[in-house]
């Protein structure tokens, strides 16, 4: 039990939060192909849609933000364990919770700079720079939907860790 929380459920939070994030991200990658591929038929025609690098621009940030949680979840981002992997498991899932916890202060640091960037843009009503004036709020919006989510995610795995700590079982956060 992790605060009256047990580890299954907590793990099957963090899943649906992983797939989620992985299900926005999807679209987006699919959006951005669209939106792309378009350009490269279009090109030969003098042709073009209006606002498609824009948009493009805006998916890929959603894209980077929305697939925090989903990297951070199924261990996808590069990691060096050369040193780790000599400790006890232990220490290893203390080291592993202290990096989650970690994690998750700069997540929660970086949600907070993005609202506020967000809040800032819809008061001046700041707009791309493009013919079409698209209003910033909405790949801002996405940012700080998209850091909200990796940081709850984050939050939940670091409790996970630190329970298993305090347990002291070998649960470590390669381990499911």
């Known amino acids: 039990m992790v605060s009256g929380m047990s580890v299954r459920p907590m793990s099957r939070l ?36 209006l606002g498609v690098d824009d948009a493009g621009g805006f998916l890929m940030a959603w894209l980077l933000f929305f697939g925090l949680a989903q990297v951070s979840n199924n261990q996808l981002h590069i990691r060096a364990t050369f040193l780790t992997d000599l400790f006890p498991v232990r220490w290893r899932t203390l080291c592993y919770a202290a990096s989650h916890v970690l994690f998750a202060l700069f997540l929660a640091v970086l949600t907070w700079l993005a609202a506020g960037l967000f809040l800032a843009s819809a008061a001046e009503n700041s707009r791309s720079a493009d013919m079409l004036r698209i209003p910033l709020v909405y790949p801002q919006a996405g940012m700080v939907a ?7 995610a984050e939050l939940l795995m670091a409790a996970r860790s630190l329970g298993a700590v305090r347990r002291g079982d070998s649960f470590d956060v390669w381990e499911r």
């Open 14 to 49: 963090i899943t649906q939060l992983s797939r989620l994030s992985e299900g926005v991200s999807a679209v987006c990658c699919v959006l951005i192909l669209l939106a792309t591929a378009s350009g490269f038929i279009l090109r030969p025609f003098n042709l073009q849609f």
């Open 146 to 152: 998209g850091l909200v989510l990796a940081t709850v």
